[in-house]
């Protein structure tokens, strides 16, 4: 009977706790109406991974609370890129140039064209398992990739912290959010006998993780250069207007 309970409580958590882990995060980016610090590539990462994740349950069963988390983490990544989005900072890809990126990738100004990319990636994805869908070489392929992809999430977050030499801007709920919740879901996994992809990815990830902590303590979360001279700028704008 004890068991049967920790096994439930362990199925909710694991289904709502990651989701809610950006809530502190986007509440911080609105209330200081600045998204700098935070890698709009999380987003990228976590709704490709989740939607494929989702087409990975079609062909091999896992946990129900794991799908019911994918789709919360897709309406919660969707409410945090639209945050992102609006609140982006000055500085940022789209008002400096042209991109590097081919396409532009994930650096488009507009929210309506990462909505247009999403459903595209959900036509073809879902075109291809009608064709490929029976095969057990793709659906192994599809969840090396949903789960892979996702075990790289925290590296677009360890990139942005490594070029500004700071964690300014980055939550450290957040960050405590990914620590524990990967270390909890890889216990998860092992103890619930999922698929081998979940378990080699969760391990990954967690060790970028662990990376990440290393950053916290030898970078702290000062303000980074740019983003001072950002508020130097706005200051001295303010200032020459109020001359006027």
């Known amino acids: 009977m004890v068991a049967s309970w920790l096994s439930t409580c362990a199925s909710i958590g694991m289904a709502v706790g990651p989701p809610l882990v950006y809530a502190d995060q986007a509440f911080s980016i609105v209330k200081k109406k600045d998204a700098s610090g935070f890698s709009r590539d999380v987003c990228a990462i976590l709704l490709i991974a989740n939607i494929t994740r989702c087409f990975f349950r079609l062909g091999e069963y896992y946990e129900l609370a ?120 890889t216990v998860y996994f092992f103890l619930q006998a999922s698929p081998i992809q979940f378990k080699v990815c969760a391990i990954f990830q967690l060790s970028i993780d662990v990376l990440i902590i290393v950053q916290r303590v030898v970078y702290g979360n000062a303000a980074p250069t740019s983003a001072l001279l950002a508020e130097e700028d706005e200051l001295e704008q303010a200032l020459a207007l109020a001359e006027d």
Request: aromatic share 16%.
């Open 66 to 185: 794991l799908l019911i988390q994918s789709v919360l983490m897709i309406f919660a990544q969707l409410a945090l890129l639209y945050i992102c989005i609006r609140y982006r900072p000055r500085l940022s890809p789209e008002t400096l140039g042209p991109s590097s990126r081919p396409i532009s990738f994930w650096q488009w100004p507009n929210y309506t064209q990462y909505i247009e990319f999403l459903a595209g990636l959900i036509l073809c994805q879902g075109i291809l398992f009608l064709i490929f869908g029976r095969s057990e070489l793709f659906i192994s392929m599809v969840g090396f990739f949903a789960l892979g992809l996702e075990s790289t999430l925290p590296i677009p977050q360890l990139i942005s912290n490594y070029r500004q030499r700071s964690l300014y801007g980055f939550r450290m709920s957040t960050l405590i959010g990914w620590v524990g919740g990967d270390s909890f879901k």
